[in-house]
């Protein structure tokens, strides 16, 4: 079965101005903000709003893009390098969940994906922070993989309501 719509120009127009501003917002703010729970949280609502406004597929796509950018331009710290694949496994995780559970719930979509993405990376950041990271960065490089992600998924997840609400997405 295949799916056919048409846009107006107006409307492609629209949809282009939102996913290069969204697109902006990821790569760019982990150059200019260097504080975790701020980045994480704005990233996060990046990638709750891009669901409310694209397929699925285009919102993953955003949310590999700050990983891949931050590690091109050496933006990352090294010790969080080893961490790239699982970072952006997580925000598809995050992505597709919240897609399958926002259409029952919003918030219940939000603390799934919230929850879902904490549990894979903090699982994974355990594994990989024991055989690949020295002992001595090992625990802070445990505590960015935790709680905190946690934390700015949800902050961002009610921010992405805002907007939601606001009619600001749809």
């Known amino acids: 079965m295949e799916k056919s719509f048409s846009l107006t120009k107006k409307e492609i127009a629209k949809k282009t101005a939102v996913f290069s501003f969204l697109v902006g917002i990821a790569v760019l703010m982990p150059a200019f903000i260097h504080y975790q729970p701020i980045t994480g949280t704005i990233i996060n609502a990046t990638l709750f709003i891009a669901v409310l406004v694209f397929a699925?597929?285009?919102?993953?796509?955003?949310?590999?893009?700050?990983?891949?950018?931050?590690?091109?331009?050496?933006?990352?710290?090294?010790?969080?390098?080893?961490?790239?694949?699982?970072?952006?496994?997580?925000?598809?995780?995050?992505?597709?969940?919240?897609?399958?559970?926002?259409?029952?719930?919003?918030?219940?979509?939000?603390?799934?994906?919230?929850?879902?993405?904490?549990?894979?990376?903090?699982?994974?950041g355990s594994i990989v922070i024991n055989l690949l990271i020295k002992k001595e960065l090992a625990s802070q490089v445990a505590l960015m993989m935790s709680w905190p992600?946690?934390?700015?998924?949800?902050?961002?997840?009610?921010?992405?309501?805002?907007?939601?609400?606001?009619?600001?997405?749809k």
Request: hydrophobic content about 65%; aromatic content about 18%.
């Open 56 to 124: 699925p597929e285009i919102a993953v796509l955003i949310g590999l893009l700050p990983s891949v950018v931050a590690l091109g331009s050496g933006l990352l710290p090294a010790p969080l390098v080893p961490m790239i694949p699982f970072i952006m496994i997580s925000n598809t995780i995050l992505v597709l969940t919240f897609y399958f559970f926002k259409k029952k719930n919003f918030f219940a979509g939000v603390i799934a994906a919230s929850f879902l993405k904490f549990l894979f990376l903090f699982s994974a």
């Open 149 to 169: 992600q946690l934390l700015t998924a949800l902050f961002g997840g009610l921010i992405a309501y805002f907007f939601y609400k606001a009619k600001l997405v």
